[in-house]
C-alpha cells in the first residue's frame, strides 16, 4: 500500500493509520469495522482518541475547501461507538521472547506489533500501572485512566504480558533480561523535568513540571490559593498551568521566551488554558525568583528580541534594560524534558559525554547486541504519535534480528498532491462539526474530562465531509475511446483533454461520486476502492436468498450514508421488511448503473426499488447531480423493460430526507402495493 501515493492524511500520520478507511467505514455506520481499521496499526485507540496531536489534520485536502475533516474527533467516536472489533491478524507462534523496558506509547506499539508478528512480549514498568507518561503525568481532565485501561486490556487480549513494580537498574537487570529474552527493547521515555539556574530556583515553593503533574494526578496534591508562575510555553507547560487552576491556584500566570505566535504549545491548548483564566506573558525571559521573608514573591523577566538565530537555532537573546516583575508565591518549571540514564550504569549499553545514548537509527540497536531502544530517549521530545511511529521501526528491527535478517526499515510514503483550486472550488463546502467541551466556568474547579464528544448524527455528518482522496475513478486508458462522455458529466472537472487532444481522468482529484462510472459506453472506468465490487456481490448473493420466500422479489438498492447509516435504520427496517425484500447498500446510488438493475431481474427481481438520500437539510449528500443522472438511469430501465413487455413501474427511485429515515420501510411497502394492480 505504502508505494502508491497516499491520501495526505494518512501519509502524514506517523503511524499511516488508514484513516480515509476508517472514516469512511463510520459514515457507512459501521462503526465496530471503523475501530477494527484502526487498530490494525494503532494499540492505543481510546487514548489517542483523546490526545492525539492530530498531524493529519494538518494536511488534509479538506482545508483547501473550508476546513479539515476532525480526523481524531471522529477516532474517538468509533472508539466510543464500536463493539467487539476483533483483533489484528497474527503471525504463528515464532518461540522468540522479547522483553520491552517502559509502557508509553513507544513500548505499547512496538509490543502490538511484535505480538501480530508471532513473538511472545513482556512489558516491564516501574510504576504499578502501566502506561508510561500517558498515565503519570496527562491530566485526567484529557485523559482518564478508564481510557488508557482500556488500551492496556486490548493488548492483553493480543497476548501481551505485564510486569509493573520493576525499575531498571534496582529490581530488574539488564543482563539477567538478556540471558531469559531473545531480545530487549529499551523505551525509557524523557523522565527528567528540567529546571533553570537562575538564582532564588532552589526555594521550596519552586518545583517542577512533571513532578508536580504526577503529584496532582496520583496523589491527590491540592493547592491553597497560591499564585502560581508557570515558566514555559509549551503543551507540558499548559497541562501544568491547567492542572494548577483545577487544582485550586488563586492565580496561574504563563511565562515564555516565545512570542504568542512562536509558542510551541497547540492553539487551541492556549485557548482554551485563557478560558480558564490563564494568563499569559509571551517574550519575557526569566531572570530571577524573587523572595522575602523565606517566601517567592514573584518572577523578575527581561524582553525577549529573538528566540532563535538567523539560521534557526535556539539562541535567545534579550533587551537587558527591560526588565519586569511577575508577581507570585509558586514558580513551576516546564521548559522540557531529558532522559535519566543512571538506570543503565554498569550495563554495556554506552552513553556518551552529552548523556545521550550511542544508538544506530538505521538497526534502531543500542550497542549492546540484542538491545534495541525507541521513542524519545532517541528522538528527544515530540508527540505520542510520533513515539508510536519509532516503536514500530523498533519492533520490525527486533523482527529482522530474530529471524537472523538484514534490518529494512519501511520509507516515508509518498503523499498525493493538493488539491488543484478549480477542482476545490467545485467541492460543496459543509461546515465542521465542533467537538464540544463542558464549559471553563464548570470544567476548571475539577479534573473531569471536558471533552464532549460526537452524538451519532454528528459522527455521521462528520465523516461526509471526507473527500476519499485517491479512492475514487480510474481509466482503463487501452479502451478509452476518448468520447468526452465523462468530461461532461463531472461536476468537478476530474477528466480533463490533454495536449494530445484525450481524455485523461485526474484521479488524485476525484471526489468518488461515481457519477461517471454509469455513464462511460465503453465501460472504461473502474473505482479504485473495492466498495462497489462488495455492493455487485452482495446483490447476487440477496437474490440467492429470497429463492422461496413469496413474490413479488423485489430487490431494494440504497445508498449506505445518511440514512441508511443511523443507528436506528437497520434496526426498524430490518424488523418490518417482508421476507421477498432484500436490501443492499451501494457506496451511493450514483454507482448504480442500468446494468446493475438489469441484471438484477435477469437474476430473478421481480422488482427493483433505488432509494438515495435527499441532497438537502441534514446530513447533506456532498455529491452534486446525483438525483438527475440516477432519474435518468431508471428512466432508461424502464424504456428497455418496456420493448420487454415487462411493467415499467416495477423500477422506481425515491429519495428520502435523512431524518426521515424511520419511515422508509412504511415507502418500502406502498411501494410493494403499487405492484399488486
Known sequence: MLNQPLPPCQAACPIHQDVRE??????????????????????????????????????????EVDEALSIRGLKCF????????????????????????????????????????????????????????????????????????????????LGVEFKNGFQLGENLDLEDLKKDYDAVILSLGLASSRGLPIPGCQHSSCTLALP?????????????????????????????????????AG??????????????????EIEEAMEEGVKFFPSWGPVEVLTENDGITGLKVKAVKAVFDEYGRFSPT??????????????????????????????????????????????????????????????????????????????????????????SLPAEPEALPELVEEVAGKVRPVTREALGLVEAEKRMTNFDPIELGYSVLQGLKESRRCLRCGAGAEQIEVDCAHCLTCLRTCPYDVPHVNAEGKVELRQDVCQSCGLCLAVCPAVTIKFKARELEEAEAAIDKALQEM???????????????????????????????????????????????????????????????????????????????????????????????????????????????????????????????????
Open 547 to 677: 429463492q422461496g420466500k413469496g413474490e413479488p422479489k423485489v430487490l431494494v438498492l440504497t445508498c449506505a450514508y445518511a440514512p441508511f447509516a443511523m443507528d436506528w435504520f437497520n434496526q426498524d427496517f430490518f424488523a418490518k421488511k417482508p421476507a421477498n425484500v432484500a436490501l443492499v447498500k451501494f457506496p451511493c446510488v450514483a454507482k448504480v448503473d442500468t446494468l446493475h438493475m438489469l441484471q438484477a431481474y435477469n437474476q430473478g427481481a421481480d422488482a427493483v426499488l433505488i432509494a438515495g438520500c435527499a441532497e438537502d437539510g441534514e446530513l447533506t449528500c456532498p455529491y452534486y447531480d446525483v438525483s438527475h443522472w440516477t432519474a435518468k438511469r431508471v428512466d432508461r430501465v424502464k424504456g428497455i423493460l418496456k420493448e420487454l413487455e415487462i411493467k415499467p413501474e416495477t423500477v422506481s427511485l425515491l429519495f428520502t430526507p435523512p431524518l426521515e429515515g424511520r419511515e422508509f420501510a412504511d415507502k418500502v411497502a406502498a411501494f410493494l402495493e403499487t405492484l399488486k394492480g
Open 251 to 268: 492565580s496561574v500566570q504563563v511565562a515564555c521566551l516565545e512570542s504568542r505566535e512562536e509558542m510551541p504549545a497547540f492553539e487551541w
Open 318 to 407: 534579550f533587551f537587558e534594560d527591560q526588565l519586569s516583575v511577575i508577581k507570585g508565591n509558586m514558580v513551576i518549571f516546564s521548559i522540557g524534558q531529558g532522559a535519566d540514564f543512571t538506570c543503565l550504569e554498569g550495563c554495556e549499553v554506552a552513553i556518551d559525554e552529552r548523556n545521550r545514548l550511542v544508538f544506530d537509527a538505521e538497526s534502531m540497536s543500542t550497542t549492546d547486541r540484542g538491545v534495541f531502544a525507541c521513542g524519545e530517549m532517541v528522538t528527544g521530545p515530540g508527540t505520542a504519535v510520533q513515539s508510536m511511529a519509532n516503536g514500530r521501526k523498533a519492533a520490525i528491527a527486533v523482527d529482522a534480528y530474530l529471524k537472523s535478517e538484514a534490518v
Open 212 to 248: 508536580f503533574l504526577y503529584d496532582v494526578k496520583h496523589k491527590g496534591r491540592r493547592l491553597s490559593g497560591e499564585h502560581v508562575i508557570v515558566i514555559g510555553g509549551g503543551n507540558v507547560a499548559m497541562d501544568v498551568a491547567r492542572s494548577a487552576v483545577r487544582a485550586g
Open 22 to 63: 476508517y472514516i469512511n467505514q463510520i459514515s457507512k455506520g459501521n462503526f465496530s469495522k471503523a475501530l477494527e481499521v484502526i487498530m490494525e496499526v494503532n494499540p492505543m485507540p481510546a487514548s489517542l482518541g483523546l490526545i492525539c496531536a492530530h498531524h493529519c489534520e494538518d494536511e488534509c485536502r479538506r482545508k
Open 78 to 157: 468509533a472508539v466510543d461507538k464500536g463493539v467487539d472489533a476483533p483483533l489484528p491478524k497474527q503471525a504463528p507462534p515464532s518461540g522468540k521472547r522479547a522483553a520491552i523496558i517502559g509502557s508509553g506509547p513507544a513500548g505499547l506499539t512496538a509490543a502490538q506489533t511484535l505480538g501480530c508478528l508471532g513473538h511472545q512480549v513482556t512489558v516491564y514498568e516501574r510504576e504499578k500501572t502501566s502506561g508510561g507518561a500517558l498515565r503519570n503525568h496527562i491530566p485526567y481532565y484529557r485523559l482518564p485512566d478508564a481510557t488508557i485501561d482500556k488500551d492496556i486490556d486490548y493488548l492483553q487480549r
